[in-house]
Nanobody, 126 residues
Framework: QVQLEESGGGLVQAGGSLTLSCTTA????????VGWFRQIPGKERDFVAA?????????YYKDSVKGRFAISRDTDKNMVWLQMNRLQPEDTGIYYC??????????????????WGQGTQVTVSS
């Protein structure tokens, strides 16, 4: 099982920026597809962005974050980032990174991912 760890969350004012990181000790992480999901209390995890094993430009975004968020990866460092700009209060939640070995069209479905981190809290104040 792939163990993932998120970092970079925090409290920011509306309009601000944060960069989330997802890392693992798995040396073959560059062979995995990675997604970011957001969860708020009482709700299911919601897709935010995904990146394929080959990296940019094979990226996918939820409509509401297109143009504001950017997902990227460094295959040498086994890391994936989510750069979040022009944050809004509705972006608040716990952000999780997740990985899966095989890319399929259901990249926006939480159940399609086998491995998850513990999450990092992002709070955007108005």
């Amino acid at each position: 099982q792939v163990q993932l760890e998120e970092s970079g969350g925090g409290l920011v004012q509306a309009g601000g920026s944060l960069t989330l990181s997802c890392t693992t000790a798995l040396s073959t992480f560059n062979q995995y597809n990675v997604g970011w999901f957001r969860q708020i209390p009482g709700k299911e995890r919601d897709f935010v962005a995904a990146i394929r094993e080959m990296g940019t430009p094979y990226t996918y975004y939820k409509d509401s974050v297109k143009g504001r968020f950017a997902i990227s990866r460094d295959t040498d460092k086994n890391m994936v980032w989510l750069q979040m700009n022009r944050l809004q209060p509705e972006d608040t939640g716990i952000y999780y990174c997740a990985s899966r070995a095989r890319f399929q069209s259901d990249y926006n479905e939480p159940l399609a991912y086998a491995n998850w981190g513990q999450g990092t809290q992002v709070t955007v104040s108005s």
